[in-house]
């Protein structure tokens, strides 16, 4: 190995170690960029059917970002008001279900072995304490609000440039790539964008009816704050595998708290079976073909993604999975019709 050689391994190196440098500077950047282009994606189809309504593409995209603050505006309506009555409801009823708990046989008589009733109470005398503290809490994280409304912004204004433009952008990148690879990158943004745009109306269709199902169940059983522990049960189910477990086991509070054990158990056989009907009827009948990845590719990227980026990257880490995905089956095809004689197709077959 000469001289020259080794320098020029040296100068990639390091050319390498800066480049992987400044990403990690800018990581925060990059993690916007990425929320922005999801988005873009999420929101594309509600746009294009705004368009085909004979309305530009502009307005289109302002529309669209005035039904989702509406929608968020008005989800507020609904659920801040029931939280807040509710919450100072049971601060001051907490005793009470405290003392109710002693009505059931079961309860009393580990209560008499454990004392538990005792222990309650004393919690439940410094609840008002904990929530004065926590209300004092939140005046501190003004700043913190602040900023997160700030790229909140940011990422909304980027995800309209994205919206507005994005297609003449590819268009154009498609054409200096060539056709043969122009046409390859196409037919990979295309995969891309079903994917993506099935699996987030297919999921927020999936958590509508947890939420929808979970409040009728509620409600029969007499379960106090019904509408914002749906409103939970339906935001948690928007993460994979193991939100709607998670909500449920809130909701399996209350209902124990209020009516044990009768109502948790009916509570549990509930969350037991929707889950089931979920992942089997519901999640591949909305899904179909859009969205298909092995189980254990999902779990992985479930995994790697809330590791990486909390619950955001939990949400994110499906249609993440299934672009990966795409472009690896797509390579895989390039590179076998490179290899195969000529007249012969990927699948084997002559051409």
Do not use: C
């Amino acid at each position: 190995m000469t001289n020259r050689t080794v320098v020029r391994v040296i100068l990639v190196a390091i050319a390498i170690v800066l480049a992987l440098y400044f990403l990690y500077l800018i990581r925060t950047v990059l993690e916007m960029l990425f929320i922005a282009v999801f988005l873009a994606i999420a929101l594309a189809p509600v746009v294009e059917w705004l368009e085909r309504r004979k309305i530009k593409r502009g307005l289109a995209i302002l529309l669209t970002y005035l039904m989702m603050l509406a929608a968020v505006i008005g989800l507020g309506l609904l659920v801040v008001p029931p939280i807040v009555n509710g919450v100072n409801d049971f601060v001051s009823n907490v005793p009470h279900y405290v003392h109710d708990l002693r009505n059931s046989k079961t309860f009393r008589r580990y209560d008499d072995r454990y004392k538990i009733t005792p222990k309650l109470d004393q919690q439940a005398k410094k609840l008002p304490t904990h929530l004065s503290d926590a209300a004092s809490g939140l005046r501190d994280v003004t700043v913190g609000v602040f900023g997160t409304i700030v790229q909140l912004v940011t990422i909304l204004v980027m995800a309209f440039f994205m919206l507005l433009d994005g297609k003449r952008m590819l268009a154009f990148v498609f054409r200096e790539l060539g056709p043969e690879r122009g046409n390859q990158l196409g037919r990979i943004g295309e995969d891309v964008y079903d994917a993506v745009g099935g699996y987030v109306a297919g999921n927020l269709f999936i958590s509508l009816i947890a939420g929808v199902s979970s409040y009728l169940v509620m409600l029969i059983l007499g379960i106090p704050f019904a509408v914002p522990l749906a409103v939970l049960v339906a935001f948690f189910d928007l993460i994979p595998l193991v939100g709607s477990t998670i909500a449920g086991a809130v909701v399996g509070i209350v209902a124990g708290i209020v009516g044990f054990p009768g109502k948790l158990i009916i509570w549990v056989v509930f969350l037991i079976v929707y889950q089931q009907v979920e992942n089997n009827v519901i999640q591949p009948l909305v899904y179909r073909r859009s969205v298909a990845i092995h189980p254990l590719v999902v779990i992985v990227a479930v995994l790697v993604g809330a590791s990486l980026l909390g619950v955001l990257g939990a949400l994110l880490a499906i249609p993440v999975a299934a672009t990966v995905q795409i472009v690896v089956k797509e390579w895989w095809l390039y590179r076998r019709a490179r290899l195969l004689p000529d007249g012969v197709a990927p699948d084997g077959l002559t051409a």
